[in-house]
Every structure is written in C-alpha cells, then in structure tokens.
C-alpha cells in the first residue's frame, strides 16, 4: 500500500473534447480504480489548460471572452468525463486562483534563484502547437505537427535558462531509468538533451490571456510553462506544503508523445530549478489513428459530415457511447496498447465487442445463470477447491496485477480473457446442460461463478458499471470495487447458496 498520484494532461478549451482526450483520460481513470482497489490512497487528476494565444483566437472566432469561451468548454470536457464515468479526485482549471498562485510561487522561486532572465526572441511560431520551432525542424517549411505554416515572431521576453540544466537533466536520466517509460520514449528525451538546449522564452507581452509574471507587470507567462505547473496546483503547492511533499514523490503522469518534450525534457529542468525533486514517473503512449476504413452510417448522420471529413479529433465521445455504451467503449480504449500508435476504427469497436464482451464474457455469465436455474432452482453452489480453474484464476490474478502496475491495462485485460475463455472451455468439455444434479455439477457451476465473481472484481477498473452488474446477478452483497486485490480474488470466495440471475444479456451481440 502506498500513494498513486495520477495525472492526465490539462487539455487546451480551444476544441471540444474527442476520442483522442477520451483515450488518455479512461487508461489514466482504470488506473486509478487498479490502484484504490489494490489498496493504495489515490490522488487522481484531470482538467482544462486554458491560456495561451490558442485559446483567446478561438474565443475571438466565437465572439467571445477568453474566460467564458473557456468556461464553456472546460464544462463540455467535465460533461463527457461524466459520461465516461471517470472518477477523478480534482478537475483543475488553469484560469482558478488557486493555479495562478502555485505558478507564481513557482516561477518567482525559479527566478530568485537565478534561472530567468531578460532577452529578445525571435522565431519561428506555431499558434497551435504553442510552441516555436527551428528551420530544421519544420517539414515543407510548415509545422512538423500540424503541417500549418509557422509565423515569424519577435518579442522581449524573459528566458529560462534551460540550457544551464543538460548535465544535471542527463544526470537524472542516468539515476533514474525508469522515470520515462516505454524505454523508446526516454531515448527520445534522452535525444533532445543531447542535441543540445536552449534557453526557452517563458513569457509573452502579445497578449494579455495568461498568468500574470509577479516581477514585471507587462509580461503573462507562456502557456506552457503556467500549464505543466497545474500537477503542483492540484497538491497544493505553495499553500499546503505538507500535502506537496506527500503527494510529490508518487506523481505518475499519462501523456501522449506529442508533448514528451514539454514533460521529459523542460518539465524536470524547471522542478530542478525551483528546487524540487523532477517528477518521478512519466509514461507516454502513442496515438490513436483512425485508420482508412469508413466510419457506420448512424455514426456518419450523427456527425453530420461526409466521409472524407471524419477525422478521430472530429468524433466526440458520446457520439460513441451512445451507440454502444460506456463500458464497452471504455474497454475498447483500454485494449488499444498504451505504447505504439493504433489504428482506430468502428469496425473494430464492434468486432471486438462481439468478440469479448457479447461472445466472451456475456456467453459465460448467461450459460452459468440458465444452468443454475435449470438444474439448481437458481441458488449457486460453491466452487470446486480442486477445479482445474484455480490455478489459472490464480495465474490470472498474478498476471493482470503486474500488468495494471506496469502501466499495460491491455495486458491486464487480455490476461483476464484468459481466464474467461478457460471458464466457457470448461463448460464445453464437462457439459453442465446434460449433467444429473449432484456433486460433480455443483462443482463445475461453482467454479464458473467463481470465476464471474474474481472477473467481476478485475474488470471492475474498465467497466465499473458491468462489474457491479456481474456482482449483483450472482447474488454478490456490495460491489467489487470494495474489495481488494489480490487478496479478495483468491480461488474461493464465491460463498455458494446464493440467488443467481439471468437477466437481459449484458452486452447484446451487435450486428454493425
Ligand atoms: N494542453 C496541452 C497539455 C498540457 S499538460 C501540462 C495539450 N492539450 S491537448 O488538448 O492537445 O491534449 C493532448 C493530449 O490528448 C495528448 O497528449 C494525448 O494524451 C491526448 N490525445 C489527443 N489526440 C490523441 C490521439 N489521436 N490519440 C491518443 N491521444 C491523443 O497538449
């Protein structure tokens, strides 16, 4: 038992939420459920990063303020997290006083400690990234990014000295192996930093949509460097110090690759310069590509797009979960590996629900429920202490815990098929259907709830609201998520002489 700081990264209001955002923030939430079940205090958080040129443009196409053009959108990232189910502990808004304390705390110590300073800048922009880029670095002469033209800025501004951090950056990096994972990722970093730094400019005087710099009136912070600050924010920094210093040293932040640099590279030189410890855990996934296939009609109307337009930052959330629900899009997000990109499309939203979820575990879960009712009056028996089934619930239970820990929910969740795919093999070889009451049948039918009960209790981070379903239709009292792991998923705990439902099927075969 110990503490899990999690965090997803703020995203900007300049756009509605999408599938992309959806795909950090339910791993990042199933996360966060593993660790609360494991027994770990859990401190999990999202939000909105709303300064920065980026966003006062679109307000200004909206004909709005940048403040109530972000009010609106950040409720629009707080509704569809509810409709995800996603149980975060604190929505952070960069535009809180709260945030604008903690950067200036933050900031004003990185400055008396000699890392800032004055200097004029000039460059190569790119308003959507935020960011600036070298000539090198463009492609066609637009934004590696974006692939939009960049646009010529010159501003006196204040630099932090990132420069003066490489030694101490690579220093970290070496004591550190694991800060920065997948293993690709950290030699990315790792490239960047031995490419060589520059100092970075960190605030701006073009616009007026930031947090203001304590030192000098005239300038906003860049909104980068007040954004990467809301991890300190959401634990307090500079007004709780004891609560920091908790939460700190356990922080785990989810990010996608494009922002590795901010996180991996300029994110620990600016900790190290205000004199705290570098974060300690940073994983960084790929994107999630929607792939050449075409998307289904009723998706198609709902978007009220052509086919060629649709792209994944087009698809909102709901868009999905309406049409096939919230577990199974959860648990659709949480077989896509968080490593490499992946290609995304309906036809595989729906293969793999039929696969899993209809034929999988929604076959086990009915088959068990007609037999008990068939052949037991309804009451489930106890499971088999010597049922073949023990020793793969128990590889199971082994495997998924180290694969949740390792940041791999797709590993957890295919090891928990495994055990699935064992139950209904079992019931395939022993035929419960055709078996006279007695001693052998009760057995067999006990070990299937019983490993209904221990699925229910690991699937419980992906599809909370399934599990408990599960639970309550095998006559379970309270709901998985209050047990712990591993201990409570132990070969054994399915009581018997408990009333066993059917039910609707719990995930409906799908023909498209
Ligand atoms: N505001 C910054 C982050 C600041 S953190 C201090 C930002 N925001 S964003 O709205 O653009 O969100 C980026 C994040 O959304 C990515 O890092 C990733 O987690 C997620 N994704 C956006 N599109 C995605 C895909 N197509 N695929 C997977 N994740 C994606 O950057």
């Known amino acids: 038992m110990g503490r899990f700081f999690l965090t997803t990264p703020i995203y900007y209001v300049n756009d509605a939420p999408h599938v992309g955002h959806a795909y950090t923030t339910v791993n990042a939430d199933a996360l966060a459920r593993w660790h609360r079940l494991a027994g770990d205090e859990v401190f999990f958080m999202t939000g909105t990063d709303e300064h920065g040129a980026k966003v006062a443009e679109s307000a200004a196409e909206h004909g709005t303020e940048p403040k109530s053009w972000a009010d609106r959108t950040a409720a629009r990232f707080e509704a569809a997290w509810r409709g995800l189910d996603i149980s975060y502990d604190d929505f952070i808004r960069t535009s809180e006083p709260r945030h604008y304390r903690a950067v200036q705390t933050f900031l004003q110590r990185v400055y008396d400690n000699g890392y800032i300073e004055k200097g004029l800048y ?211 997000l949480l077989r896509v590996p968080l490593g490499n990109d992946s290609d995304f499309s309906y036809d595989s939203i729906v293969a793999r629900y039929n696969a899993d979820l209809a034929n999988n575990l929604g076959n086990l879960a009915a088959r068990v429920a007609t037999v008990v009712g068939s052949k037991c009056g309804g009451t489930g028996p106890a499971p088999d202490p010597a049922s073949p089934l023990a020793a793969v619930a128990a590889e199971t239970v082994a495997e998924a815990t180290a694969a949740w820990e390792g940041f791999a929910p797709h590993e957890a969740l295919a090891a928990t098929w495994r055990l699935i795919g064992a139950a209904n093999a079992l019931l395939e070889s022993t035929e419960p259907w055709k078996m006279s009451p007695g001693p052998e049948l009760d057995g067999v039918l006990g070990s299937a709830l019983e490993v209904l009960r221990i699925v229910a209790v690991l699937v419980s981070p992906a599809m909370p609201a399934s599990a408990r379903e599960l639970w309550r239709r095998i006559g379970l009292p309270g709901a998985p998520e209050d047990l712990g792991v591993p201990d409570d998923a132990a070969w054994g705990g399915y009581p018997g002489g408990l009333p066993v439902e059917k039910g609707d099927p719990l995930f409906p075969r799908r023909r498209g």
């Open 122 to 332: 000039q460059g190569l922009y790119c308003v959507r990234c935020e960011d600036y880029y070298t000539e090198e670095e463009l492609v066609d002469g637009n934004c590696p990014n974006h692939g939009t033209p960049v646009s010529f800025m010159e501003e006196e501004n204040y630099f932090f000295k990132l420069d003066q951090f490489t030694d101490r950056l690579l220093a970290w990096y070496e004591t550190e192996p694991e800060a920065v994972r997948p293993a690709s990722k950290r030699n990315e970093a790792l490239g960047f930093i031995r490419g060589g730094l520059r100092p970075i400019s960190i605030t701006r005087t073009s616009l007026r949509w930031g947090v203001p710099v304590p030192w000098d009136d005239g300038h906003v912070f860049y909104v980068w460097y007040d954004a990467l600050i809301n991890y300190l924010t959401a634990i307090g920094y500079g007004t709780d110090d004891e609560r920091c210093a908790a939460w700190w040293p356990n922080v785990h932040h989810l990010i996608g690759k494009e922002i590795l640099r901010f996180h991996c590279v300029w994110w620990p030189a600016m900790c190290m310069a205000a004199g705290i410890d570098p974060p300690a855990n940073i994983f960084v996934h790929g994107w999630l590509l929607f792939g050449g296939e075409k998307l289904s009609k009723t998706m198609l109307q709902r978007l009220r797009r052509s086919a060629e337009e649709v792209k994944l930052t087009d698809v909102a959330p709901d868009v999905l979960t309406d049409d096939f629900g919230v577990d199974p899009i959860r648990y659709h």
